[in-house]
């Protein structure tokens, strides 16, 4: 009878170490004693499952996680009563860069997540930060040396390649700002990919990301890798383009070639405010103004988009692909447009139990009967366009 006894001891001995219940906590900044000075130091010398709680202040440094970690930004009161913030900034000189398998282009990254092993009960989970880019210590803006020039600029950028099998990533109730490259279209706030064989997941929710010059939130599945290589969830964030490049064409959200959800987002200005191309993806819920498309659908994908609020938008859905579908267009109240629905002569396209309202264009390009019967339309002075 000893023997299963010790078993099930070693056993409960081992979960006990890898559970984040025991894992070390580390504290960066002023605002403790005995605190590490920088987050780099403090990520170094961590192990699987540790949390790392970050002190109001400014930390210009690049920050590289590659083991199942909790970083926090922790709240605190300044003798005013004012509630400060933990802000990483960009460095005078950064040194990583990475590489999107997905565009082929190299970034900056101010804090990438790589190469993460899944340990223990839990992934990587980064909250209450805010990650800055406008200016490094000297107060000059960070650039991409010239149009169409890489590095660009990204916020947190997670690198799901040589993660293990089922990492999960949560990135939650954080500020990416001001990822602008002298308005060249280089600057972006968070970005998910994988090119590996294996599906991984991100969250990101609860999140304001704004102040970018080409992309807001983006996750993807390079073209390497065995899509959908990549859930995402995507959901509960303000996204706002801050952009004074109108050439960059900068985007709210960007969804291709993943699985997941985009949903309970408000999304404003840029040339896009949702973009979904070759996904298997709800977009729900989501209110999007000020752009000028609001959802745009490329490539083949099966989508369902549903209870969207668009508003004040050149056009509202746009649909352009070879073969999509099947994509049902659902629930979806937009007023103050240019154009409703943009059929771009795509079969495929179910849309139904919409409202419509004071638009220039109702359906546009349609390749077939326009829906009128199971749609509710008021104040559109051209019902329909045929497919030319």
């Not at 209870?307 to 579908?325: E, K």
Request: hydrophobic share 35%; aromatic share 6%; glycine share 10%.
């Amino acid at each position: 009878m000893a023997k299963p006894i010790i078993c099930v001891l070693i056993a409960v001995a081992m979960i006990s170490v890898a559970g984040p219940a025991h894992a070390t906590v580390r504290h960066v900044g002023t605002c403790v004693k005995t605190p590490y000075m920088t987050i780099s130091a403090a990520v170094a010398a961590s192990a699987p499952n540790d949390r790392i709680d970050v002190c109001p202040g400014t930390y210009p440094e690049q920050v590289t996680i590659s083991i199942p970690l909790y970083l926090a930004g922790m709240e605190a009161f300044t003798a005013t009563g004012v509630l400060d913030r933990a802000v990483i900034t960009l460095p005078q000189n950064p040194t990583i860069t990475v590489k999107s398998q997905f565009n082929g282009d190299s970034f900056v990254p101010q804090i990438l997540i790589q190469n993460v092993t899944q340990l223990g009960s839990f992934g990587v989970v980064i909250t209450n930060l805010t990650v800055d880019g406008s200016a490094n210590p000297t107060g000059q803006p960070y650039n991409c040396q010239g149009i169409g020039v890489t590095p660009g600029l990204v916020g947190i950028f997670y690198d799901a390649t040589g993660s293990a099998s089922g990492t999960v990533v949560l990135i939650g109730d954080v500020t990416t700002r001001n990822q602008l490259t002298q308005n060249i279209g280089c600057g972006y706030g968070i970005w998910a990919e994988n090119d590996g064989p294996t599906n991984q997941s991100v969250t990101i929710e609860n999140s304001s990301v704004h102040d970018f010059d080409l992309g807001g939130i983006t996750a993807v599945t390079a073209p390497a890798g065995a899509p959908p290589a990549l859930t995402a969830t995507i959901r509960s964030n303000d996204v706002h383009s801050g952009s004074a490049c109108p050439a960059c064409l900068p985007y709210g959200i960007d969804a291709e070639d993943i699985d997941g959800t985009i949903e309970s987002n408000i999304v404003t200005g840029g040339g896009y405010g949702i973009m979904e191309g070759s996904s298997t993806i709800s977009i729900m819920s989501n209110t999007v103004a000020g752009s000028g498309t609001g959802i745009y659908l490329f490539e083949d994908g099966a989508s369902t988009l549903a209870s969207n609020d668009i508003t004040n938008v050149s056009t509202a859905f746009d649909v352009f692909g070879g073969n999509p579908g099947p994509t049902t267009i659902k629930s979806n109240i937009t007023k103050n447009t240019q154009t409703v629905v943009n059929y771009e002569c795509t079969p495929n396209i179910t849309v139904t139990s919409n409202t419509f309202s004071d638009s220039a264009t109702g359906f546009s390009k349609i390749p077939g009967t326009a829906p009128t019967a199971t749609n509710f339309l008021f104040n559109i002075d051209t019902i329909t366009s045929s497919c030319l």
